[in-house]
Structure formats: structure tokens, C-alpha cells
């Protein structure tokens, strides 16, 4: 089947330490984005890529690191310097172009404790 | 912010009634979409509207666009309890050449059997 799919589900993270997520989708799709979605709040974007082994900070970057080396694969590590990781992230992707639809995954709930 | 913004911020309402949500936004846009979110999912696109479009149908959804306004309503007809869900508008920017969109905080939707 295609989609994209994200992993774990469910994520708790000590103080201190680094996390990464898991971001495949199978779609051929070139643009993929990271989203922190917090209750009662809307999508913020963290990063986006248009192309492999390029990406762009989004509107809450800090805190936050992505790789792209394959089409296929987004992963995003939330890094110590995050102050405030605990929240549910979605991963998307979507074809080329202004505007087209995204496909999300099912979304990582992170936990810190 | 370059957000769009959905009102109400709930809606509660009995199966069999219709639903209408609407969403304002700030920029001159490409395109305008409304997506679904059921509890601690992912997000699933369901329809796009152009500028040049006015109104759209699919199923028992319908949205208009009045780009003059800058607003889009997403109606529901005939609703189901299967339709509780949070919906979200999302706007694409003219002028861009990136995919990304921007997302309101949501319109979360009851609707009791």
C-alpha cells in the first residue's frame, strides 16, 4: 500500500537526551514536512525539504534537526536544546508544486519525563 | 502570521443536521484546503479549492471561496456521528514556489447520535 508512515507511535524521552523520529513514505513524493501540532493549537511547521539532501527551517526550527539522504526517508531528532518537546508530530509529504495536497502519517506522540 | 483562522472553535450538533465551518485568512492565496483530523491521527485531505473557483462539492461536502473576503466556508450536510472529527483550512500562498501550507488552529466538530 502506498502512504507514509511514522514510528514510534508513542515516544517518552528523559531530560537531557536526544530523540530521533521516524519519517518513510513509498508515495514518490519529492517535498516532505515536519509539523508540531500542540492541543488546541494548529500545524506549526519545523522543517521541510523540496529535494533530496536539501531542507529548509520552518517557523519553529530551534531546537529541532532533520536529515533527507534518501527520497523515501525524513527523520527529524529533537535535540536537548528543545525546551519544550512534549507534543504530537506529523510528518507529510506531497508532489512538487504551489500548493498541492499533503499526505500525513499517523503522527508520533513525544512524551518527556 | 500567515494563518488561516476557523470559526467556531467547536461545533456541537445532533446527526442529520448540517454543519458549517468557516476559515479567514491574510494573504493572497494559490489555493485553499480543508482537511479532517480524528483524535490523535493523522491529517486527511479532503478538498482543494483554486482562487479562481468559487464553489466545490464533493459528496456531502461543500466549500465556497469568496478570495474578495478572504474566507472559505466548508459545509457538511446530513451529518453523521461518524464525522466527529477536528477540521482544519489550510492556504497556499500565490507566489510561492514551495509546497508548504499554512494551517488554522481547527474547527472541532461533535456530532451526537
Known amino acids: 500500500d502506498g502512504g507514509i508512515t511514522q514510528s514510534p507511535k508513542y515516544l517518552f524521552r528523559k531530560e537531557g537526551q536526544n530523540v530521533t523520529l521516524s519519517c518513510e513514505q513509498n508515495l514518490n513524493h519529492d517535498a516532505m514536512y515536519w509539523y508540531r501540532q500542540d492541543p488546541g493549537q494548529g500545524l506549526r511547521l519545523i522543517y521541510y525539504s523540496q529535494i533530496v539532501n536539501d531542507f529548509q527551517k520552518g517557523d519553529i526550527a530551534e531546537g529541532y534537526s532533520v536529515s533527507r539522504e534518501k527520497k523515501e526517508s525524513f527523520p527529524l531528532t529533537v535535540t536537548s536544546a528543545q525546551k519544550n518537546p512534549t507534543a504530537f508530530y506529523l510528518c507529510a509529504s506531497s508532489p512538487t508544486g504551489v500548493g498541492t495536497e499533503a499526505f500525513f502519517g499517523q503522527g508520533t506522540r513525544l512524551t518527556v519525563v | 502570521s500567515q494563518q488561516g483562522e476557523e470559526d467556531p472553535q467547536a461545533l456541537s450538533i445532533q446527526e442529520g443536521e448540517n454543519a458549517t465551518m468557516n476559515c479567514s485568512y491574510k494573504t493572497s492565496i494559490n489555493n485553499l484546503q480543508w482537511y479532517r483530523q480524528n483524535s490523535g491521527r493523522g491529517l486527511v485531505h479532503l478538498i482543494l479549492?483554486?482562487?479562481?473557483?468559487r464553489e466545490k462539492h464533493s459528496g456531502r461536502l461543500r466549500v465556497t471561496l469568496d478570495t474578495s473576503k478572504k474566507s472559505s466556508s466548508l459545509l457538511i450536510t446530513a451529518s453523521r456521528a461518524a464525522d466527529t472529527a477536528s477540521y482544519f483550512c489550510a492556504t497556499a500562498d500565490r507566489g510561492s514556489t514551495l509546497g508548504r501550507l499554512y494551517f488554522g488552529r481547527g474547527t472541532q466538530l461533535t456530532v451526537w447520535p
Open positions: 479549492i483554486r482562487s479562481n473557483e
